[in-house]
C-alpha cells in the first residue's frame, strides 16, 4: 500500500514536469515570435506582436490536426504522383522522419547551450523543460512513426530508428556514456534511411540517364559528394578558424551533419525535377533547394562566421579602426569555406548531369550571397550582452542573402523556362552570372570600404538587447 507521503511526492514531481514544460514551451514561442517579426522586417514588412503570435498560434493548430490525422489515417500510397510529381507516400514518410529526427538533434544541442545552469536543480524540472522545447516535434515523431510502420519498407523502418535515437536522446537526461552511441544511432539509421529510399524510388529508375550512366551512377555521385562535404566542412573549419572558436562541444559534428544535409537534399532534387511534367526546372529548383537550406545553415552558425560574435568587443576596434578590415575579411573567408565543400560537390553534380552554364550560375549566387550577408549584417549588426549569446541565432541578419539568392534561382527557371524550355545551355545564363559576379564585387568592395565608418557609427543604445 503507497504510503500519502509518497503520493504527495509523486504529484509534486508531476507538477514541477507540468512547470518546467509550460515555461519552455512559452519560451520557445516568444523566441519564434520575435524571430518572426525580425525577419518580416528586414524584408519591409511590420509585424506587430498580436499578428505573430496568432500567425504561430495558427501554425501550431493545424499542426495538431495533422499530428491527430497522420495518426487516424492512412493516406495512398501514390503520394504526389497525381499531380505529376513521381514521389510516394512512403518516400515521404521515410525522408519527413529523418528530418524530423535531425530537428530533434538539434533541439537537444539548443536546449544544452541554453538551459546548462538548469540542469542539475531537479531531474523532474529537467524532464518538463525538454519536453517543453520540443512539444510538437514530439507529437509529431510519433505521427511519423506511426506512418512509417505502416509502410514498413526498408527505408521507414531505419527512419522509424531514427526518430526514436532523437526522442530519447532530446526527452531523457542521457548518460554520459550513452550521448554518443544514440547520436551515432540517429545519424546513421537517417542516412541509411535516405540511401534505401532513394534506391527504391521509381523516379530514380525513370530518370537515371540524367547523371549518364544509370541509377548506380546516380546514386554514386551523390554518395561521393555527400562524403566529400560530410569530411571536408569540419576540416576546413577547423585549419582556418580561431582556436577559442573550436570550443563548442559537438560543433564539427554540427557541422557535418548540416552540410551533409544543404547538399544530398539540393543533389536530389535534380534528378527529382527532372522526371516530373517541367524538366527543364530541375537545375534552378536544385539551386533554389541548396539556397533555401543555406538560409537556415547561416543561421544556425551565426555564432562561428559572422562579426556580430565579436560582440562588444567591437566597440575596443575604436581604438584601432585598422584592425576591423582582417576582421571582415576573416569573416568572409569563413563565410566562403563553409559553404565550399558543399557547393563544388553540388556544382560537379551539375556539370556531370549536363548544366555547365548553371554550375557557374551557382558559383556567381554563392559569391553574390556572401557578399549580400556582409552588407546586411554590417548595416543590421546586432550586438548582445554575454549573456544573450545564444540568441545570436536569431537576432542575426544571416541568411537573407541567400534567401535572394534562392528568389533569383526561381525567378531564372521561369524565365529560360518561357523562352526555350528544351534548351539546357542558354547564353543570357553566361551574361547573367557575369552581372552577379560584378554585383557581388561591387558589394564586397562597399562592404570593405565602409568598414571604418560602420564601425565609428555603433553605439550600445542602438545595438544592444536588454
Not at 396 to 404: C, E, P, R
Not at 413 to 434: D, H, K, Y
Request: glycine share 8%.
Amino acid at each position: 500500500m503507497n504510503s500519502p507521503i509518497a503520493a504527495h511526492r509523486h504529484d509534486r514531481a508531476f507538477s514541477v514536469v507540468l512547470s518546467g514544460c509550460r515555461a519552455t514551451f512559452t519560451n520557445d514561442f516568444r523566441r519564434r515570435s520575435h524571430r518572426f517579426q525580425d525577419i518580416a522586417g528586414s524584408l519591409g514588412f511590420r509585424v506587430g506582436a498580436g499578428t505573430a503570435n496568432g500567425f504561430l498560434l495558427a501554425g501550431q493548430f493545424l499542426t495538431l490536426l495533422l499530428i491527430v490525422a497522420g495518426l487516424a489515417w492512412t493516406p495512398p500510397e501514390a503520394g504526389l504522383e497525381p499531380l505529376g510529381i513521381p514521389v510516394t507516400t512512403p518516400e515521404l514518410a521515410g525522408v519527413a522522419g529523418v528530418l524530423l529526427a535531425v530537428a530533434l538533434l538539434q533541439a537537444r544541442r539548443r536546449y544544452r547551450r541554453s538551459h546548462r545552469h538548469w540542469n542539475t536543480v531537479s531531474q523532474a524540472l529537467d524532464t518538463g523543460m525538454r519536453a517543453g522545447v520540443v512539444l510538437l516535434d514530439a507529437g509529431l515523431a510519433l505521427m511519423l512513426v506511426v506512418q512509417n510502420l505502416r509502410w514498413a519498407g526498408a527505408g521507414n523502418i531505419l527512419a522509424t530508428l531514427s526518430l526514436l535515437a532523437a526522442l530519447a536522446l532530446v526527452l531523457s537526461a542521457a548518460k554520459p556514456w550513452l550521448i554518443r552511441p544514440l547520436a551515432i544511432a540517429a545519424v546513421s539509421a537517417g542516412a541509411g534511411s535516405l540511401v534505401a529510399v532513394a534506391a527504391q524510388a521509381p523516379w530514380l529508375a525513370t530518370t537515371a540517364g540524367i547523371l549518364g550512366g544509370g541509377i548506380a551512377s546516380t546514386v554514386l555521385s551523390l554518395s561521393l559528394g555527400l562524403a566529400v562535404t560530410v569530411f571536408a566542412t569540419p576540416l576546413l573549419y577547423k585549419a582556418s578558424a580561431h582556436v577559442r572558436a573550436l570550443q563548442s562541444r559537438g560543433l564539427l559534428i554540427d557541422l557535418s551533419v548540416k552540410s551533409g544535409s544543404l547538399f544530398i537534399f539540393a543533389g536530389a532534387a535534380l534528378p527529382l525535377a527532372g522526371s516530373t511534367p517541367w524538366p527543364w526546372t530541375a537545375p534552378f529548383i536544385s539551386l533554389a533547394v541548396f539556397f533555401l537550406g543555406l538560409v537556415l545553415f547561416r543561421s544556425s552558425f551565426a555564432r562561428i562566421s559572422s562579426p556580430e560574435t565579436a560582440g562588444y568587443s567591437l566597440f575596443l576596434y575604436r581604438l584601432a579602426p585598422h584592425h576591423i578590415r582582417p576582421l571582415i575579411i576573416r569573416s568572409l573567408l569563413t563565410y566562403l569555406l563553409l559553404v565550399l565543400p558543399a557547393s563544388v560537390a553540388l556544382a560537379i553534380t551539375l556539370v556531370v548531369s549536363g548544366y555547365a552554364l548553371q554550375a557557374v550560375l551557382l558559383a556567381a549566387l554563392v559569391s553574390l550571397e556572401t557578399s549580400i550577408d556582409a552588407l546586411v549584417i554590417q548595416r543590421r549588426t546586432a550586438i548582445l550582452p554575454a549573456s544573450h549569446i545564444s540568441q545570436l541565432a536569431q537576432k542575426s541578419k544571416a541568411g537573407l542573402g541567400a534567401a535572394v539568392c534562392a528568389g533569383v534561382a526561381v525567378v531564372f527557371s521561369g524565365i529560360l523556362g518561357a523562352v526555350n524550355p528544351q534548351a539546357t545551355e542558354n547564353p543570357w545564363l553566361a551574361m547573367a552570372s557575369g552581372a552577379l559576379v560584378l554585383v557581388a564585387g561591387l558589394l564586397t568592395g562597399v562592404v570593405l570600404a565602409d568598414a571604418t565608418s560602420w564601425l565609428r557609427e555603433l553605439s550600445a543604445t542602438e545595438t544592444e538587447d536588454a
